[in-house]
């Protein structure tokens, strides 16, 4: 178990990141989890417990949870599969969506980040930026080269957001060629065309994937259990070290 603290500039808030398999505290990561995803993409979460959100993977996955320790409140998660465990969880969740064939050939070890989500009242820069420093530290113990992830973009306007974005960042952050995957249930394309000379903005969690060097390795494939639209992203953790050694790798490489 990993343990960080940091101060948050409102109210005095103190955070604390953990990284665990510890049942009990999985199942508020999974409440967690529920809460925000129910609500905001209107997801048919198929969970066979009430209020959670757990799949077969969550027992395979090591936990990232960041806890207010001045209301013991849970108020971020996200979990990390490496490819050790991938074959006995089934492979990676986001198997189910693309055809993952050309990262399988990269020259390194993959691990998959997923189920991120942040409590509304937390989603600021203190939040992420401590989520993301344990995330590094782990990336950095665990000997991974390569993190990929399905970043979501909410479809509650029919789509025309999603498809927005997702073009706005395969112009500005697309992979090389050998790096691509392609979705295995396509996002349904608009009957007009799309306006690309206004602006976009992107979702803050995966804004927070661009700014630490991710890519974007393809077309958005469509989730119809959480009814959103996801993008492959990539980040090759040398890029992350290179680029946010000060911010988050100092601590985990010391």
Known sequence: MTVQTARAPRSARRLQTVITR??????????????????????????????????????????????????????????????????????????????????????????????????????NGATISLLWASVAEYLVSHQVDYLIGCASIGMSDGGLKAWRIARYLQQEYLADDSCRVTPKRELPHLTHPINEDRPVEPPALIKAYMRLGARVCGEPCWDPDFRCADLLVMLEVNSLADRYSRHFMRKAKA
């Not at 209020?51 to 320790?69: N, R, S």
């Not at 998660?77 to 490496?82: D, F, G, Q, S, W």
């Open 22 to 123: 510890q049942p009990e505290l999985v199942e508020a990561a999974q409440r967690l989890r529920y809460d925000v995803f129910s609500k905001e993409y209107d997801s048919d979460l198929g969970s066979c417990t009430p209020g959670l959100d757990a799949d077969q993977f969550d027992e395979w996955c090591d936990h990232l949870i960041v806890t207010d320790e001045n209301t013991g409140h849970l108020v971020a998660t996200t979990r990390i599969l490496h490819r050790s465990s991938a074959d006995q969880a089934g492979g990676f969740y986001s198997e189910g969506e693309f055809h993952l064939d050309n990262l399988y050939q990269l020259p390194g070890t993959v691990a998959e980040l997923g189920r991120t989500c942040v409590h509304p009242d937390y989603r």
